[in-house]
């Protein structure tokens, strides 16, 4: 049974209706339009579901539990309304400022993003550089009474809707290549320019783009956390943001098992319906049994998450095994679709083409292989039959 409090349940429903009423009817016209429009920010704000761990004076709740954001996550993937992806500004991007901005930079751009009126992103990846953050090539420049950043970044999550934008890049290339610090780029900042909108395989109401930096003049008090200290910060929220990606994933697999339930339920073949076949029993069957374990070790590393005991490769078990179970999910509810199941007015098959993602995002299902196999040939090793 899964361990949600009375207060939780009924934040669940609010949030269910809000993606059912506002949100889900203008998804369709977001996956034409590459975008969802900065309204949708705004709404969510009003409804204070943005920025919830935050303290109370920015515009939260101040309650850190990360089961408050899983019901988010969790909701907005059974209303297909996963592409607004509202977690990356609230959960995933807004606590780099909450652990590591000074008091001022709080007060400056927190409340503004609680009520959904600054948008945020973070720019880790460049052309030549993904999950190997060393290969960055973006520079920051001590200029004297401020910094100059130069360099490029791709694949980056509202690239073009973003107020703010949490830029990671080499602070003493010559001296030290392991040397990054985190900026803050404002929108509006001179040498800061976007590219297009990048057109995706998938997850099509997400607006991903190109970010360019030529010579942008960096305020000292726009530098978040420590000079040269950047990539441990960002170490700090790599297991949460695999928790995030985890919580997507296996409520995506529900939600297609869901939807292919009923689908199978209602296909008639041969004069009977698809489910009283044994193939669809069966195959349904041993999803039903591999989504069920796999919510419930998810459920479990929230749990650790909450204690501050999460670790790097319980997370990567978590991101691996979730989007693997997710794509095997998606591929049957496809097939099971048949021919129906390629036409894009369904949305199993918008699910299966925004989903290929996830084996990749939040580093890639091969990086989740090498950091559990570090963990299992390491001393600290421990296979809890001690």
């Given at each position: 049974?899964?361990?949600?409090?009375?207060?939780?349940?009924?934040?669940?429903?609010?949030?269910?209706?809000?993606?059912?009423?506002?949100?889900?009817?203008?998804?369709?016209?977001?996956?034409?339009?590459?975008?969802?429009?900065?309204?949708?920010?705004?709404?969510?704000?009003?409804?204070?579901?943005?920025?919830?761990?935050?303290?109370?004076?920015?515009?939260?709740?101040?309650?850190?539990?990360?089961?408050?954001?899983?019901?988010?996550?969790?909701?907005?993937?059974?209303?297909?309304?996963?592409e607004?992806?509202?977690?990356?500004?609230?959960?995933?991007?807004?606590?780099?400022?909450?652990?590591?901005?000074?008091?001022?930079?709080k007060?400056?751009?927190?409340?503004?993003?609680a009520?959904?009126?600054?948008?945020?992103?973070?720019?880790?990846?460049?052309?030549d550089?993904?999950?190997d953050?060393?290969?960055?090539?973006?520079?920051?420049?001590?200029?004297?009474?401020?910094?100059?950043?130069?360099?490029?970044?791709?694949?980056?999550?509202?690239?073009?809707?973003?107020?703010?934008?949490?830029?990671?890049?080499?602070?003493?290339?010559?001296?030290?290549?392991?040397?990054?610090?985190?900026?803050?780029?404002?929108?509006?900042?001179?040498?800061?320019?976007?590219?297009?909108?990048?057109?995706?395989?998938?997850?099509?109401a997400?607006?991903?783009?190109?970010?360019?930096f030529?010579?942008?003049?960096?305020?000292?008090e726009?530098?978040?956390?420590?000079?040269?200290?950047?990539?441990?910060?960002?170490?700090?929220?790599?297991?949460?943001?695999?928790?995030?990606?985890?919580?997507?994933?296996?409520?995506?697999?529900?939600?297609?098992?869901?939807?292919?339930?009923?689908?199978?339920?209602?296909?008639?073949?041969?004069?009977k319906?698809?489910?009283?076949?044994?193939?669809?029993?069966?195959?349904?069957?041993?999803?039903?049994?591999?989504?069920?374990?796999?919510?419930?070790?998810?459920?479990?590393?929230?749990?650790?998450?909450?204690?501050?005991l999460?670790?790097?490769?319980?997370?990567?078990?978590?991101?691996?095994?979730?989007?693997?179970?997710?794509?095997?999910?998606?591929?049957?509810?496809?097939?099971?679709?048949?021919?129906?199941?390629?036409?894009?007015?369904?949305?199993?098959?918008?699910?299966?083409?925004?989903?290929?993602?996830?084996?990749?995002?939040?580093?890639?299902?091969?990086?989740?292989?090498?950091?559990?196999?570090?963990?299992?040939?390491?001393?600290?090793?421990?296979?809890?039959?001690?």
């Amino acid at each position: 049974m899964r361990n949600f409090t009375e207060e939780q349940n009924y934040f669940r429903e609010s949030v269910r209706k809000f993606f059912e009423t506002e949100i889900a009817p203008h998804v369709k016209q977001a996956r034409i339009d590459g975008i969802f429009d900065r309204e949708f920010f705004r709404k969510a704000g009003e409804q204070g579901f943005l920025l919830i761990w935050a303290d109370e004076e920015f515009g939260g709740m101040g309650d850190k539990d990360f089961r408050w954001e899983q019901i988010f996550i969790e909701e907005s993937v059974r209303a297909g309304c996963a592409e607004l992806f509202l977690t990356l500004h609230s959960r995933l991007v807004a606590p780099y400022i909450g652990n590591f901005g000074t008091a001022e930079q709080k007060e400056r751009w927190l409340p503004k993003c609680a009520s959904g009126e600054s948008i945020l992103a973070v720019a880790m990846t460049e052309p030549d550089a993904g999950s190997d953050l060393a290969g960055m090539r973006a520079s920051l420049i001590d200029a004297g009474d401020h910094f100059i950043l130069n360099g490029s970044k791709t694949f980056i999550s509202n690239g073009i809707n973003a107020d703010l934008v949490i830029v990671a890049a080499k602070s003493d290339p010559d001296n030290n290549p392991h040397a990054m610090t985190l900026v803050v780029v404002e929108r509006g900042m001179e040498g800061f320019e976007r590219g297009q909108n990048l057109e995706k395989m998938g997850m099509h109401a997400q607006d991903t783009a190109e970010l360019f930096f030529n010579d942008v003049k960096i305020p000292k008090e726009n530098i978040l956390g420590e000079r040269d200290l950047g990539f441990l910060h960002l170490m700090q929220g790599l297991a949460e943001e695999r928790l995030i990606a985890a919580v997507g994933n296996i409520a995506s697999a529900r939600t297609a098992f869901n939807l292919t339930r009923a689908y199978v339920m209602e296909r008639k073949v041969f004069g009977k319906p698809l489910s009283k076949m044994q193939n669809t029993q069966f195959k349904m069957a041993e999803m039903e049994a591999e989504i069920d374990v796999l919510e419930t070790y998810v459920d479990q590393c929230v749990q650790l998450s909450n204690a501050g005991l999460l670790t790097a490769e319980k997370a990567a078990v978590a991101k691996l095994q979730s989007s693997e179970i997710e794509w095997k999910m998606l591929d049957l509810g496809v097939q099971l679709h048949g021919g129906n199941g390629y036409m894009s007015e369904y949305e199993i098959c918008q699910m299966f083409q925004g989903s290929r993602i996830n084996r990749i995002l939040a580093g890639s299902s091969e990086i989740m292989k090498l950091i559990i196999s570090r963990h299992i040939f390491s001393d600290k090793y421990n296979n809890n039959l001690d």
